[in-house]
Each structure stands twice: as C-alpha cells, then as structure tokens.
Nanobody
Framework: QVQLVESGGGLVQAGGSLRLSCAAS????????????MGWYRQAPGKQRELVAA???????NYLDSVKGRFTISRDNAKDTVYLQMNSLKPEDTAVYFCNARHTTQQRNYWGQGTQVTVSS
C-alpha cells in the first residue's frame, strides 16, 4: 500500500516562504517513477479542493494561475520525495495542502493526510 506523508506546513507571515515535502512509500518514484504524476492540491475552509501544481514523470510542470511565479514543484525520484517551494506567500494561500500520486495508466490514485499552511497578514 502506498503512503504519502506531507510535512513542512506551518504559520508564516505574508511575504514569507515555506517548503512542503511529500515522502512516498512503496518506491513509487524511485522504481516506478515513470508511471506516476505527482501533484499538490489545497483546500481552504468552505472551498473545493484545487490543484496547485503538478509534475509529470518527465518533469513537465503546470501551476494554478494564482501561484505562477511564486510556487515551484519538483521531484527527487531517488529520494521518493516531491517538494513544493512556496515564496511570497499571501493570506489567500492559507489552506490544507495535500500531496497526490496518480498512476498514469492504471486506476491508482493516492492522497496524503494533508499539512496546514497558514499565512497571516
């Protein structure tokens, strides 16, 4: 069973930075990395979960418009870890951030438990 464990969330002032990490079990990146796309989602209170950033096995990335130029997603397959570097944080970035692993050819989709990010004004 694949497990995703997020870390790195916390409380930060507006304009600050955080780096989220997502550690994956089951060697899904180090051995099966070519089959998995990884993503970071967030969900604020009373809102739907939204895709913040995603990265394919080939390293292609895409971002939510509101975070372009501020957030960077990356993956280290050897360490089975995905990162989300968040700079110039804004209060509207406050949410629970979830890591996602999606198998590109099979119906396998995994979620982490989430990590809280709170940005104070």
């Amino acid at each position: 069973q694949v497990q995703l464990v997020e870390s790195g969330g916390g409380l930060v002032q507006a304009g600050g930075s955080l780096r989220l990490s997502c550690a994956a079990s089951g060697s899904i990146l180090s051995i099966y990395g070519s089959y998995y796309a990884m993503g970071w989602y967030r969900q604020a209170p009373g809102k739907q979960r939204e895709l913040v950033a995603a990265i394919t096995s080939a390293g292609s990335t895409n971002y939510l418009d509101s975070v372009k130029g501020r957030f960077t997603i990356s993956r280290d397959n050897a360490k089975d870890t995905v990162y989300l570097q968040m700079n110039s944080l804004k209060p509207e970035d406050t949410a629970v951030y979830f890591c996602n692993a999606r198998h590109t050819t099979q119906q396998r989709n995994y979620w982490g438990q989430g990590t809280q990010v709170t940005v104070s004004s």
